[in-house]
Each structure stands twice: as C-alpha cells, then as structure tokens.
Antibody, heavy 123, light 107 residues
Framework: QMQLVESGGGLVKPGGSLTLSCADS????????MSWIRQAPGKGLEWVSY????????TSADSVKGRFTVSRDNAKRSLYLRMNSLRVEDTGVYFC????????????????WGQGTLVTVSS | EIVMTQSPGTLSVSPGERVTLSCRAS??????LAWYQRKPGQAPRLLIY???TRATGIPARFSGSGSGTEFTLTVSALQSEDFAVYYC?????????FGQGTKLQIK
C-alpha cells in the first residue's frame, strides 16, 4: 500500500524558517501532481500548494505566496515545502497529499494523504 | 475564491439511520466536488469525487449528488465507524477550497 510520510515539523519562532519533507514509499510518485494541505487547530482544511509532475507548474495560496516554496525530487520520490517568514497563523498540521490522476487526466482531489506533521509558530 | 458552506455544523444521529449532509458553493463548480471523511487522529480519506463517484474501496452506503452550487452526501444505514467529520471540497477553480466540515456524532 502506498504510504506518504511527512517529516520536518516542529516549533519555530515567528519570522523563522522550516522545511517539510514527504517521502513516498510507492512507485508512482513521478506520475502524480502533489500538494500540501494544512489544518490549523480547530479550523478547517486549507489547500496550500500544488506542483506538477515535472515541477514545471507550481501554485500556492495567497496566504503563503512569496513565503512558501513547494518542490519535488522524483528520483528520491520526495516532496518538499520550504517555509520562510513564518507567522503564528501558519501553525497547524501539514499534510502531504497525492493528487488523483485518472486515465491521464488530473483530478485535483487528494487521493492519498500522509499522517501529517505539526508546525507550531510561537515565540 | 469560491466559498464552500456546509450544513449543519453538527448532526446527532443513531446508528442505522440515514443521514444527508449539505454543501453549498458560492458560485457554480459544475460537478467538481469531492467529499472527505476525517476521524480523530487520522488523516482525511477521500470518499467521493466528481460529485457522485465513489473513490476506491468506499462502501456503497456512501453516495453523493448535486451539481452547480448545491451538493449532498448521503450515508444510508450509519455504522459506528462512520461517526466522523465530513468535508466537501471544490476543485473547479484554484484556489481549491474546503467547507468548514460537518461533524456526525452519535445520538
């Protein structure tokens, strides 16, 4: 069974930086768009960033644009999220997700999820 | 940004009952609507996409319907493992957005 495992979360001060990683133990990583979705404590889900299979296309939510950068390494079957200028409101659980692909068509839904990694931004 | 609104916020139901959850989009999203289930301590699980297509391995008691701005998720004959929080998500336009969730709790 495919498994996504996130790492890199932790406690960081406002203005600080953190890099999240996600390792895919499956063998179809390079075939799928990938994303990061987060959930702040007591809040709903928020789609943070999105990256194509070849990294030629990326996009992010306005709330993180200019601060967060999504990237991937298909050879390592890994996804990354570099987070700079962190704010208190970035606190939450960050999920690595695999975007559905069906018959060659990208369907932007999260078909597989990691267990999440907690990021806490606090002084 | 398309705003997704779910109702009700919490629903108290008994096992074996049929329940319908609602999701409304602030503008038409066609059939580009997904539903997820989240249990405490677990990652969300994809239930439905394309408004009505069940994801792999999802039991037939889960069904989705709707198009445009009004969508529903129906669970027939609730089982104990179905008590969870349910989220809808539109993927018609970036930024893909989620509803705030409906919590199904045991009555």
């Amino acid at each position: 069974q495919m498994q996504l495992v996130e790492s890199g979360g932790g406690l960081v001060k406002p203005g600080g930086s953190l890099t999240l990683s996600c390792a895919d133990s499956g063998f179809t990583f390079s075939d799928h768009y990938m994303s990061w979705i987060r959930q702040a404590p007591g809040k709903g889900l928020e789609w943070v960033s999105y990256i194509s299979t070849s990294s030629s296309f990326t996009t992010s939510a306005d709330s993180v644009k200019g601060r967060f950068t999504v990237s991937r390494d298909n050879a390592k079957r890994s996804l990354y999220l570099r987070m700079n200028s962190l704010r208190v409101e970035d606190t939450g659980v960050y999920f690595c997700v695999k975007v559905m692909r069906q018959f060659g068509v990208i369907i932007p839904v999260a078909m597989d999820w990691g267990q999440g990694t907690l990021v806490t931004v606090s002084s | 940004e398309i705003v997704m609104t779910q109702s009700p916020g919490t629903l108290s139901v008994s096992p074996g009952e049929r329940v319908t959850l609602s999701c409304r989009a602030s503008q038409s999203v066609g059939s580009h609507l997904a539903w997820y289930q989240r249990k405490p301590g677990q990652a969300p699980r994809l239930l439905i996409y394309g408004a009505s297509t069940r994801a792999t391995g999802i039991p037939a008691r889960f069904s989705g319907s709707g198009s445009g701005t009004e969508f529903t998720l129906t669970v027939s004959a609730l089982q104990s493992e179905d008590f969870a929080v349910y989220y809808c998500q539109q993927y018609d336009k970036w930024l893909y957005t989620f509803g705030q969730g409906t919590k199904l709790q045991i009555k």
